[in-house]
Nanobody, 118 residues
Framework: QVQLAESGGGLVQPGGSLRLSCVTH????????MGWGRQVPGQPREMVAR???????HYADSVKGRFTISRDYAQNTVNLDMKDLKPDDTAVYFC????????????WGRGTQVTVSS
């Protein structure tokens, strides 16, 4: 089982900011792409951002210019900095890695709730 520990979710007002963090084993952190997805009940999971082993980021169109994904090599942590949050950003956010014991699949964390509301 791949351990991905997310933190940083919470309640924030529209226009506010939050940082999500995901820490994992150093070997996984350094050798595999990592990212974040989010899911609203009754909807499919949406990919939000990912970062390659060379720290090249990619973003969903819905978050470009507002979210920033980064790697902290000292802490084996992937951070997702979110600003100008909107009510539509409300979801459970899941960290993932492209490593999995099952070929062709990803490993996901348990998720952290982000609620954007006044």
């Amino acid at each position: 089982q791949v351990q991905l520990a997310e933190s940083g979710g919470g309640l924030v007002q529209p226009g506010g900011s939050l940082r999500l963090s995901c820490v994992t084993h150093e070997d996984i952190f350094r050798r595999f792409t990592m990212g974040w997805g989010r899911q609203v009940p009754g909807q499919p999971r949406e990919m939000v951002a990912r970062i390659s082993i060379n720290s090249e980021p990619h973003y969903a169109d819905s978050v470009k210019g507002r979210f920033t994904i980064s790697r902290d090599y000292a802490q084996n942590t992937v951070n997702l900095d979110m600003k100008d949050l909107k009510p539509d950003d409300t979801a459970v956010y899941f960290c993932y890695t492209d490593y999995s014991p099952l070929p062709g699949s990803r490993s996901w964390g348990r998720g952290t709730q982000v609620t954007v509301s006044s």
